[in-house]
């Protein structure tokens, strides 16, 4: 389950399922741990489900294909 998650460095989103998309990026940035700065926080957002311009402005480290 994504509540086992919690405390992660790295986010990869290679599946597009309902759950992510419903999530947002806001739900899973929540996943990151929260002692990391932004610039620390890593999503890959292999799928594109998260907004470019959300992404942009989310001060995470992003990558996406």
């Known amino acids: ?3 086992d998650a919690a405390e992660a460095d790295c986010i990869i989103t290679a599946v597009a399922h309902q759950e992510f998309r419903d999530m947002g990026l ?3 940035a929540a996943l990151f741990k929260q002692d990391k700065p932004a610039g620390e ?3 890959i957002d292999v799928k594109g489900i998260y907004p470019i311009q959300e992404l942009e402005s989310s001060g995470l480290t992003w990558w996406r294909l």
């Open 1 to 3: 389950p994504l509540k």
């Open 26 to 28: 806001s739900g899973a």
């Open 41 to 43: 926080k890593v999503i």
